[in-house]
């Protein structure tokens, strides 16, 4: 792994809390994901299943958790099951977990390699009524593959057909959705880096640059400083393609005048961060594109303020909407005709700012967390209000990834990332003088 050893004491709490929501008598079972095929020997770079690594820190493929907190045997209640690693594996493929290494990282100190998994799942499964199983349930997903999850779960069901089944995931919404202050650091961290390739950009950018140059100046600041990867496909979209809200394709040239909205951020130990900035090409705003930029950062400000504990996710969109509104009108884009005869089902302001302002973030990207239920201290969520001008040839967003507090605003783990249209305008600027 790029990124540096993380303190063990995090994943022995998530297991320890997650084992406390479980029923009387059961056992609870999560899969490391597969390392998925392109074709010939290709592969795809193994990325591992959020839960397992959320619950033991494991990442690598071929590991199985197993939490059976009421188990008879105390050395069985948590059981980590690895590919046996050897001198052979370690040559052609790189180490692997030992015993010992799993121990470290885990705080497990049961390890079995996998050919021991049938025999002792049997025993452990004669001592337990009800298996917790992990599905998917996130409100976002869409899975067309058959996961080693779901194999693993089938063959389970399929030799134990007598006993009950639960749902991990309920239990793992909520425990995911709270963040333990390791974990804020992690992402403090990935948001860092994030900055260190935004700042990069501010010289680099300039008429005739391509979209693809921008994305790999972020990808080369992101690894030297350990992360190994976008948190999720880049965004650079400069002049009408920021009005495509998934613009991944980052291959035209960045024009004199126009404006680039990046959506992009850098993963740090498997924790995303999510950062929108929009610069202009040229170094400097138009008049009306810093009147769009500064309406779109005032609804980003008061939108934020917005995020306290007890917050319902759906009545807050429902306010920043009312913001963005007034905004619209404003920029003279809305008139109160336009406002007044508005589909309540699909509000006026929608025809500028079509998506929805925050979501979880975490491990995933798109973190889980249960949208019905109340905003609550130590959730991490997103805030990303944008107005898109076809007819104008650009558009505005811009996004920070802020921590809820017990009192007062969010904590904002981007604060420290330029964002005022002055300060870019500034920061674009000084290139110039240097260069001469």
Same mark, same amino acid.
């Given at each position: ?58 990442? +690598? ?123 804020? =650091? ?29 994305? &790999? ?77 500064? &309406? ?18 759906? =009545? ?69 209000p944008g ?12 996004? =920070?990834?802020?921590?809820? +507090? ?7 783990l981007m604060r ?9 305008? =500034?920061?674009?600027? +000084? ?6």
């Amino acid at each position: 792994m790029k990124y540096h050893p993380i303190d063990r004491n995090l994943f022995i709490k998530n297991r320890k809390n997650f084992m406390a929501q479980m029923k009387p008598s059961s056992l609870a079972v999560f899969n490391s994901n597969d390392i998925y095929p392109i074709s010939a020997d290709s592969t795809m770079p193994f990325e591992q299943h959020r839960d397992i690594f959320y619950l033991s820190g494991v990442d +690598q493929e071929e590991s199985i958790l197993v939490l059976f907190p009421d188990c008879p045997k105390e050395k069985h209640r948590e059981i980590l099951f690895l590919k046996e690693t050897n001198e052979h594996i370690a040559i052609w493929e790189g180490e692997k977990l030992t015993k010992e290494a799993a121990l470290a990282t885990s705080g497990i100190k049961t390890v079995y390699w996998l050919q021991d998994l049938e025999k002792v799942m049997f025993e452990i499964m004669t001592q337990c009524d009800t298996v917790y199983i992990n599905t998917n349930e996130h409100y976002r997903a869409s899975v067309e593959t058959e996961t080693r999850e779901d194999r693993f779960t089938k063959w389970l069901k399929d030799k134990y057909p007598a006993h009950s089944v639960a749902k991990s995931n309920p239990i793992l919404q909520r425990l995911r959705s709270v963040k333990d202050q390791i974990e804020i =650091d992690l992402m403090q961290q990935a948001c860092d880096i994030t900055e260190k390739g935004f700042r990069r950009l501010l010289s680099f950018v300039k008429p005739g640059v391509w979209e693809y140059e921008i994305e &790999a100046e972020l990808i080369h600041e992101f690894l030297r400083n350990r992360s190994k990867k976008f948190a999720y496909t880049p965004i650079v979209a400069s002049g009408n393609n920021a009005n495509v809200l998934h613009y991944i394709e980052n291959n035209q040239q960045c024009k004199a005048g126009d404006l680039i909205l990046m959506d992009v951020g850098a993963e740090y130990a498997n924790y995303a961060s999510d950062m929108t900035r929009t610069i202009p090409v040229s170094g400097r705003f138009t008049e009306r594109q810093k009147a769009v930029y500064n &309406a779109v950062n005032r609804v980003k400000d008061e939108a934020t303020k917005m995020l306290i504990p007890g917050t319902i996710w759906a =009545d807050y969109h429902v306010e920043v909407g009312k913001i963005m509104t007034s905004e619209l009108l404003g920029l003279g884009l809305l008139d109160k005709a336009d406002v007044q005869n508005e589909n309540p089902d699909w509000p006026a302001y929608k025809k500028y700012f079509m998506h929805g302002t925050s979501h979880h973030i975490g491990l995933d990207t798109h973190d889980y967390g249960i949208l019905t239920e109340p905003m609550t201290a130590n959730m991490v969520f997103t805030v990303e209000p944008g107005i898109y001008l076809p007819d104008e040839g650009f558009g505005v967003r811009l996004e =920070d990834d802020v921590v809820i +507090q017990e009192t007062g605003e969010p904590f904002n783990l981007m604060r420290n990332i330029p964002i005022e249209a002055d300060e870019i305008e =500034d920061l674009m600027n +000084q290139k110039i003088i240097l260069s001469h």
